[in-house]
Every structure is written in C-alpha cells, then in structure tokens.
C-alpha cells in the first residue's frame, strides 16, 4: 500500500501530436500531489499515463518511465489490466453502475479479481464505505441501486470503490468539479484521510483546492495552441502559492492568465 512514482522524462502523443513533453516528477509515498496548469496544458494526459489508462484512446501512446517503487509500469511483462488496479483512478463525473447495487458496486473490482467469498465481500464493503466517509449514510440501503444517490454520495462510492481494491495509488481527475460546494468539502476532507493509506494525484482546475488538500503542486503550461504541455514548475504547495520559484507559475497562480 502506499507506493512511490518515479516519473521520468515523460512525453504523450496522440498519433502524431506530442501533448506533453519531458515531464519528470517524484511522487512520495502517502502524500497527496496536485496538477494544476491551464486547459489543454496535459494535466489529464499525465495522469492518465500513470495507470496507462491512456492505451484504451487509439494512437495514444508515451515514452519515458514511469516506476511505482522502483518498478517499471510499461515493463514487457506487466500487464495493463493489473496496473489500473494497484493504481486506481476516480473520474470528473461519478460514475457507478446505476442499477446495481450500493454494495455491489463497491465490491464490483473484487469480484472481478474472483473474490466470492460473501462474508469477505461485505466486511470489505463496509470498510471501503467507512473509509469514503459514506457508511452512516447508506449502511441502511446497501441493496438499493447505486444510481439512487445524490452526485456527491455517488462520487464517494466511486472512492469507495477504488478503494476496495487496495491500490497502492489513487488518481484522481477534477473529482469535485461536477459537485456542489458541501460535497466538494466533504471530498476534500477524504482526500486528507486517504493520504494517510494512499499515494494521491489530482487534477485540479482549482487553486484553492490545490492549495487546501495538496503537499505538492505541479504546474504544466504550454507555450502555444498546438505546442505540447510542460512541467514549469514542481513544488512544496505552500511554498508554490507564496513564493512561486518562476515568474510563469507566479502570474498562473495570481490570476493574470488561465
Ligand atoms: N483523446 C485525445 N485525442 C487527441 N488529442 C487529445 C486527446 N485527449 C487530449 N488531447 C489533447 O492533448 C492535449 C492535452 O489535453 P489534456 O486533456 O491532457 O489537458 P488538460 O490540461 O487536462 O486540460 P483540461 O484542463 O481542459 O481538462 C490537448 O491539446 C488535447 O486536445
């Protein structure tokens, strides 16, 4: 649990287009990293190669390396299917299975894996909606459809069940950005918890997100349309948004472009 990433010298291309260029960035352990940078500057393109969930766009593929402790994810032997589960990645607009139900969906990544043992099914339901601060209020209708919740439960399902899995890292893509202002705290606040069992990564088109649940901030930008995304930036958070070390990061941060 709680891996570190080694990301280094990272370029994505779809088919011809390079997105992003050169990107090289540790990853501590039980941390949480924020990307932050204006649209189109890569962010989700990153993210995506760290669980190569890249591959399912045709054309798209990178270089470079990216290790999760020392071990390399794009190795000839690993096997794609199995990386998305060590590093688990929750998405922009919740997405459960909406007929099936609470418990299942939170399970639904352990019964693929051959899990059938009911007792283990639950218990880990359980937890996994403890741990997405979710428990209180769904432990009465765990067999009511997981399409039945407001948009922030269902965004903590889905945490829930990217947790079940055990990941030893959790992308996650603008997970508030389709939330309301008390589902967006109650998200932040499982970011701050989470950390402490998982390695996090998240997009952000929000600063203040960034700067509230991050301990390191990414800054990419481009130079131009058409020009592919590049790290400017790499930085202690607090550090980031008080004295920024570029000038770059400086006027992103101030507001003055993005
Ligand atoms: N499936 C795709 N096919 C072709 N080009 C793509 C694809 N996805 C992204 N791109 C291009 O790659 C570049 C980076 O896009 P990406 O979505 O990673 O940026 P982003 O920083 O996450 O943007 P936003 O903040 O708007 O979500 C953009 O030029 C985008 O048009």
């Given at each position: 649990m709680a891996k570190r990433l080694d990301i280094t010298d990272l370029n994505v291309y779809y088919g011809k287009f390079r997105a992003v260029k050169d990107v090289s960035l540790k990853v501590p352990p039980r941390s949480v990293t924020a990307f932050i940078g204006p649209s189109g500057c890569g962010k989700s393109t990153v993210l995506r190669t760290l669980n190569r969930m890249?591959?399912?766009?045709?054309?798209a593929y990178a270089t470079g390396e990216v290790l999760l402790d020392g071990e390399d994810i794009y190795g000839k032997a690993i096997d794609p299917v199995s990386v998305r589960s060590t590093i688990g990645m929750v998405f922009q607009r919740p997405n459960p299975f909406p007929t099936m139900s609470i418990r299942d969906n939170v399970v639904a990544g352990l019964k693929l894996q051959g899990e059938r043992n009911g007792k283990k099914l639950n218990e880990v339901a359980e937890r996994s909606l403890r741990g997405a601060n979710l428990w209180d209020e769904v432990k009465d209708r765990?067999?009511?459809?997981?399409?039945?919740?407001s948009g922030g439960q269902q965004q903590r399902l889905c945490i829930a069940r990217a947790i079940a899995v055990e990941p030893d890292v959790l992308l996650m893509d603008e997970?508030?950005?389709?939330?309301?202002p008390i589902s967006t705290l109650a998200i932040e606040d499982l970011i701050g918890e989470l950390k402490r069992d998982f390695t996090i990564v998240i997009v952000t088109h929000n600063m203040q997100q960034a700067a509230r649940v991050s301990d390191q901030t990414a800054f990419f930008n481009l130079e131009g349309v058409g020009q592919p995304g590049q790290l400017v930036e790499f930085n202690n958070t607090e550090a980031m948004f008080s004295h920024p070390d570029k000038q770059e990061t400086e006027d992103y941060i101030s507001g003055r472009f993005g």
């Open positions: 890249h591959e399912v766009t045709p054309g765990l067999d009511k459809p997981g399409g039945g919740l997970p508030c950005s389709a939330l309301d």
